[in-house]
């Protein structure tokens, strides 16, 4: 059994940093991928970043792009999300998440990821 723990997350203005962890303990098995949605208040929740292990892609959306660093910690079994120039439209609770997408293009579908993380809050102020 796999799970995830979220740490990092916070309140900082408009322009600001934060940088948020997730370690799974129970490593996934085989082609996995690890990464990021989020779910602001009245939203749908939304891809943010991933990465697929064994591959050289990293995915992120269209708003987060530049902004948005996601790592891995391969030993540590652990992903990263360096997010900078926050803005008040990301805040949002944050899902760190792990599974095994069929291929890039189902990457950014929830349904491709079987264990989530209980998330962390990030509030970004104007």
């Known amino acids: 059994q796999v799970q995830l723990t979220e740490s990092g997350g916070g309140m900082v203005q408009a322009g600001g940093s934060l940088r948020l962890s997730c370690e799974a303990t129970g490593r996934p098995y085989g082609e996995y991928a690890m990464g990021w949605f989020r779910q602001a208040p009245g939203k749908e929740r939304e891809f943010v970043a991933a990465?697929?292990?064994?591959?050289?892609?990293?995915f992120y959306a269209d708003p987060v792009q530049g902004r948005f660093t996601i790592s891995r910690d391969n030993t540590k079994n652990s992903v990263s999300l360096q997010m900078t120039n926050l803005q008040p439209e990301d805040t949002a609770i944050y899902f760190c998440v792990a599974g095994y997408p069929a291929g890039p293009t189902r990457i950014r579908l929830q349904s491709q990821y079987m264990y989530w993380g209980q998330g962390t809050q990030v509030t970004v102020s104007a």
């Open positions: 990465w697929r292990w064994r591959q050289d892609g990293t």
